[in-house]
């Protein structure tokens, strides 16, 4: 309001000069007539956010005569920009730290390993120069192991049992694949035959081992996790499967073990004895 008001000041002040530059202009010219008719002058005014325009113009002169003035207002500041520009600066400069800080202070984990432990005891027969009752000395001490045991992965094994519904038999070859319901695929370990089948008796089945295509505990399928068509009347069940074992690391005893504590249990119990 108070920048409209200053522009509206300004305005009027323009004006007041302009007629004072008319009225000085007729009083330099006495002669003129009183009937001669001046020419009409049209004033425009326009706001613009940064600048006020008067437009002056005559109409009926061969030729226009405008004239413009330019009012400017006062300089608008820049200090809300400069802090927010400052505020983003910050805020970039505090996240680089950040990073750089994590770079080169990480987390730290700490693991502690816990090995078993084996108890080693060692009994000796102290024979005496006379006939007495046996005397038996002990000493036993407990000690961390430090030898490394693998085991490798076995894979498990049952058996397959294959149903022919046809009335000529069926050649099954070794190492034929078949998958159960839960992905695991076994494999037979030997070829069969099987009988054809009978309206009077049945199907003509035959039983033959297989094993898991692939080592590990996933391959102890359960009894009729394989139960599918092989051939149109022919189809093929299996057995429960076991003895499949993933592959393994764990602690043992090593010799290095007894005799670090082997040693000095045999001094104590030579002192026992003395």
Do not use: W
Not at 4 to 32: C, F, W, Y
Not at 194 to 221: F, K
Not at 233 to 261: M, P
Request: aromatic fraction near 6%.
């Amino acid at each position: 309001m108070q920048k409209h008001s200053n522009l509206e000041e300004e305005v009027n002040r323009i004006v007041a000069t302009m007629d004072e530059q008319h009225n000085g202009q007729e009083q330099k010219q006495p002669g003129t007539s009183e009937q001669e008719t001046e020419p009409e002058e049209t004033i425009h005014i326009h706001y613009f956010p940064d600048a006020i325009v008067i437009l002056k113009e005559e109409a009926q002169e061969p030729a226009q005569v405008v004239e413009s003035t330019a009012v400017t207002p006062q300089n608008i500041s820049f200090m809300p920009a400069y802090a927010i520009c400052s505020f983003y600066i910050l805020l970039i400069i505090s996240t680089i730290a950040f990073q750089l800080y994590l770079i080169f202070n990480p987390p730290i984990a700490t693991v502690t390993i816990i090995p078993r432990s084996h108890t080693v005891t060692l009994t000796g027969t102290l024979q005496l120069g006379r006939v007495l009752q046996p005397l038996t000395i002990s000493q036993s001490q407990t000690t961390a192991t430090t030898g490394k045991g693998h085991q490798d992965a076995q894979a498990a094994t049952g058996s397959v049992t294959f149903y022919n519904g046809q009335q000529t038999e069926q050649t099954i070859a070794q190492g034929t694949v078949l998958t159960g319901s839960d992905g695991v695929s076994i494999e037979t370990t030997q070829s069969a035959t099987i009988p054809p089948g009978n309206p009077n008796t049945g199907y003509g089945t035959v039983t033959i081992p297989a094993q898991a295509r692939q080592a590990g505990s996933n391959g102890n399928i359960q009894e009729g996790d394989v139960n599918t068509p092989i051939a149109i009347a022919v189809f093929v069940k299996n057995t429960q499967f076991t003895g499949g074992q993933d592959e393994r690391n764990f602690q043992t005893v090593a010799k290095a073990d007894i005799s670090s504590v082997a040693t000095p249990l045999k001094t104590a119990v030579m002192h026992s004895m003395s």
